[in-house]
């Protein structure tokens, strides 16, 4: 069988299978297969959007790409698409009429605009539905979605693929932690969606109050403290915490956890074509992805920012298919300061075993006169703060001893600033790294701020 024919094939399976054959194929693939369809579908995908959208159109002009003659990513030389392309041109890349748009508030502040038609939702859908039972939601689980609904795409994709499982839901959007506590056991729901911070203080509640039996709590749209996985299942009495990696960008998440390990992500390489590009010597670099199934407002070589890498052998539990290591931090919260590369793993590393602050804090970097000053803002409950910065101190010196030499050497000054719980994040999504060195009128803004309370 000729590989445009299976990938033509391939489509029309997906786009009519159910989830539990969805789950299947994603769960062991014929490798050799799959690299033919996928790079099949990348080729289709890249001719549809140069015929049909005024973005690629020109771009691929501009650089004198040919897309006839493209057959995989290296084909299209350094041509990417960013972030910035999306904010700034988001119809021009409509290759055909949309029916629904999302918003993706990111960490740069401006919102990006991703349009979807019908029949791709509804394949989302299913998709959506098998990597729910990837993950173990089987049909009969009684499931809490908490993801936001709002003009953001989780809440919304979520549900879709609970009713494609055939699962009962009650869709709260992001509530009140104590609005979906109260419910839990009035509707025998056992299994919780939602952001990481939400997850983390509906767990407070439970510790409180006392948790119900949960089978498996799922977390996406950005990082889960590692301290916190080991709190958060013993408070709950041992259900299991897994993380999907998605994006509004993605919409389909890209990365599953369907096992017990919590170090990275199984990649979907069926409805997305991920390259790392830019690698250090170690392997780090920036995730890319093409999606494969989207014909409304298809992303080639989309730059996510996010700073990971890629395991080609799949997963320690078995998985043959590729895994990549935890998000380390995003490119554009990559600052270097302080004599090195800084990124937003290396604080959760340093504050995740100090007892008393929560998981919301940012890392400021600012300039005293000439001298840089490192400004991390934690939330404590702590009035020992003394002891508490030593204990900081320590475990920075433990972990990043070049980090901390560069401090001995006065290379650059650290301030810890105690803030009370819950005033540090402003927005639906915090930036962790902030580098107001080089930007006077961000720093004059933040500095005009009311004041936080800060304890002393």
């Not at 839990?184 to 039996?213: C, D, F, M, S, Y």
């Not at 080639?300 to 990549?324: A, E, K, N, Q």
Request: glycine share 8%; net charge neutral; hydrophobic share 40%.
């Amino acid at each position: 069988m000729n590989v445009p024919f299976l990938g033509t094939m391939f489509d029309f399976a997906a786009r009519h299978a159910s989830p539990a054959l969805i789950k299947r194929f994603y769960q062991g693939p014929p490798v050799a297969m799959l690299n033919n369809v996928v790079h099949d579908r990348f080729r289709r995908t890249v001719r549809w959007a140069a015929s049909h959208s005024e973005f690629y159109r020109d771009a691929f002009k501009q650089r004198g790409i040919d897309s006839r003659r493209v057959r995989r990513p290296e084909d299209l030389g350094d041509f990417f698409t960013t972030p910035t392309d999306l904010a700034d041109h988001p119809t021009k890349f409509l290759c055909q009429r949309p029916q629904m748009v999302f918003e993706s508030s990111g960490t740069s502040g401006r919102n990006k605009r991703v349009y979807f038609g019908r029949s791709e939702w509804e394949h989302m859908g299913r998709t959506v539905a098998a990597g729910f039972r990837i993950m173990g939601i089987e049909p009969e689980d009684r499931v809490a979605n908490a993801f936001d609904f709002s003009i953001w795409i989780p809440g919304m994709l979520c549900h879709y693929g609970a009713m494609a499982n055939g699962n009962f839901t009650q869709a709260f959007g992001k509530v009140d932690p104590g609005e979906v506590y109260r419910r839990l056991k009035q509707e025998n729901l056992n299994v919780v969606l939602g952001e990481p911070t939400w997850i983390i203080r509906l767990t407070e509640l439970a510790e409180k109050h006392g948790a119900v039996p949960l089978k498996l709590i799922l977390g996406g749209a950005e990082e889960m403290p590692t301290a916190a996985i080991p709190w958060i299942q013993s408070v709950w009495k041992g259900a299991n915490l897994k993380m999907c990696y998605a994006s509004v960008e993605m919409a389909l998440a890209i990365g599953f956890q369907p096992c017990s390990n919590q170090d990275g992500y199984h990649l979907d390489t069926v409805d997305f074509l991920p390259e790392i590009i830019e690698p250090d010597e170690a392997g780090w670099g920036e995730l890319v992805f093409t999606t494969l199934y989207r014909r409304t407002m298809p992303l080639i070589r989309y730059r996510t920012r996010d700073v990971t890498r890629l395991t080609p052998g799949g997963c320690p539990c078995g998985s043959i298919m590729p895994h990549i290591s935890r998000l380390r931090g995003r490119r554009d919260e990559l600052v270097v300061a302080s004599g090195g590369n800084l990124y937003p793993l290396m604080f959760e590393r340093i504050l995740e075993s100090v007892p008393g602050i929560s998981h919301d804090w940012q890392v400021i970097f600012r300039l005293d006169g000439v001298r840089e000053v490192l400004e991390l803002n934690i939330e404590t409950t702590r009035s020992d703060f003394g002891e508490l910065d030593r204990e900081i101190h320590a475990q920075a010196t433990a972990l990043y001893p070049d980090l901390m030499k560069n401090l001995a050497l006065n290379i650059f000054s650290l301030k810890i600033v105690h803030h009370p719980f819950g005033s540090i994040r402003s927005s639906r999504k915090l930036k962790r790294l902030l580098d107001l060195r080089h930007d006077p009128a961000t720093a004059e803004s933040l500095e005009s701020r009311e004041p936080i309370q800060i304890g002393v």
